[in-house]
């Protein structure tokens, strides 16, 4: 068991390609880390930095408490899980688990307790005599996962080990990771660039783009508060609905227009502003977010939220069984026979996902009302998210972050100028004190020395 820092990584090649910067992240022990990022940006590059398969060009990795930069792979006490398996054809199951323990040596007995104990584990106690050639593609993967739990390692490295199953078996192997995860009660870091597997397997996920960290938080708090527009759209599926936008009205009644609609912003989200004022009524283009859940056709919700409707053209209803899909459009719906306006066609589009039992049908114009508690909004320059979060601090505008510069050099100067007038006020205080003190000794010596010379006469 162990947990480990990376601390200020950087990964340049010879040719001069970055391809992680600054990558710092401190894993707590017995955490189950998901690296999750577009194909490129530097997630498997990170994890094999973390077992030594590549090396590290800045920086300091400590695994445990101890630095391993300079450390063999071997001597990491790290087992990795790779994508295409890496199993030896001609050696049976047994065989692929116990390698590497009879590589090191142990006792016959050990070997065997070990593998055995993995195999129940993992389900595979009637196939340790077979090869991998007659296992299924999640047998095969078991049995890689079987291997690197005979180690017992601090820390389980996972590069997408569920990228050549389908989906189906996917879903039941992603429950297996979790379960085993719990049962070892190890540190896993697992590298995926699908989003749900993330989503549904980290205790805490790392956001990566272009070998830098863009977030890392908890499954939940990453879908609700993005930090930036590249995380609002990378986590949720379908992803996010974007339109660029303007803030108006009042500080305590802002609303934000966009495509021609003006909605009302509610008021637990304007509690969320960081810089309200910047914003509203200046013009400055901000990114409106809105996940497809959060768009509503039911009447109620409709008459409940009437500051919050728009009016779109459906020009495609995708029914997935357990909910609907609707790709929709702004403008009207052309009546030229069946000619209605492709997508490819449209400036801006939105996906709504909705009840499967709606009414709502392909080819018309519907009322959609957005959960305004529920929005995301981004400065259209930055892309960072504008609103505060639990745990996500919102973008501060340079001119903003002036402003409180200036305001805390003139509270400081007004506390030093309060302090230098204590300070004053105090020293006059003691001044006076002592010169009535030197005064009083004075007159006590004047009175000391008549006594003396009345003593004499």
């Not at 009447?299 to 779109?312: D, G, L, R, W």
């Amino acid at each position: 068991m162990a947990g480990l820092l990376l601390d200020h990584i950087y990964k340049i090649y010879p040719s001069g390609v970055q391809a992680v910067t600054d990558f710092t992240l401190d894993i707590q022990d017995k955490e189950f880390i998901v690296f999750v990022g577009p194909s490129g940006c530097g997630k498997s590059t990170t994890l094999r930095m973390i077992a030594g398969l590549e090396e590290i060009t800045d920086g300091d990795l400590v695994i445990d408490g101890r630095k391993v930069n300079l450390i063999q792979p071997k001597d990491r006490d790290i087992a990795m899980v790779f994508q295409n398996y890496a199993l030896y054809p001609h050696m049976t199951v047994y065989d692929n688990m116990a390698f590497s323990l009879k590589l090191r040596k142990f006792p016959r007995a050990e070997i065997d307790a070990r593998v055995k104990e993995a195999a129940r584990i993992l389900g595979l106690e009637t196939y340790l005599n077979r090869k991998p050639k007659a296992l299924s593609g999640g047998q095969r993967q078991r049995v890689a996962l079987g291997r690197a739990i005979v180690r017992e390692p601090k820390v389980f490295l996972l590069d997408e080990p569920l990228s050549n199953l389908d989906a189906k078996l996917r879903g039941q192997m992603r429950t297996e990771i979790t379960k085993l995860h719990h049962r070892l009660a190890t540190t896993f870091i697992y590298v995926t660039h699908d989003q749900v597997e993330a989503m549904t397997m980290g205790t805490r996920i790392v956001v990566m783009k272009d070998g830098f960290i863009q977030q890392v938080d908890a499954p939940q708090k990453l879908y609700d508060y993005p930090a930036n527009i590249f995380v609002a759209g990378f986590i949720g599926t379908p992803q996010m609905n974007f339109f660029d936008a303007v803030i108006t009205g009042t500080k305590a009644n802002p609303c934000v227009e966009f495509e021609g609609q003006k909605l009302a912003i509610s008021k637990e989200t304007t509690a969320r502003f960081a810089c309200l004022e910047e914003y509203l009524n200046t013009g400055k283009p901000v990114v409106l977010g809105v996940r497809p859940e959060d768009f509503h056709d039911e009447v109620e919700f409709i008459e409940k939220s009437k500051k919050s409707v728009i009016n779109v053209r459906v020009d495609v209803l995708e029914k997935l069984g357990a909910e609907s899909l609707l790709y929709c459009a702004f403008g009207e719906l052309q009546e030229d026979g069946d000619q209605i306006a492709s997508l490819t066609e449209t400036a801006t589009q939105l996906i709504a996902k909705i009840d499967a039992r709606s009414a709502t049908q392909a080819h018309t114009m519907v009322d959609l009302a957005i959960d305004m508690n529920h929005i995301h909004l981004f400065d259209k320059e930055t892309e960072l998210s504008i609103l505060e979060g639990e745990g996500t601090k919102a973008y501060v505008p340079v001119v903003e972050l002036e402003r409180q510069a200036k305001r805390a050099e003139e509270e400081r100067i007004l506390a030093e100028q309060k302090a230098a007038k204590l300070a004053a006020k105090q020293a006059a205080k003691e001044a006076k004190a002592a010169a009535k003190l030197a005064k009083a000794e004075a007159t006590a010596n004047e009175e000391v020395v008549e006594e003396n010379a009345d003593s004499e006469n």
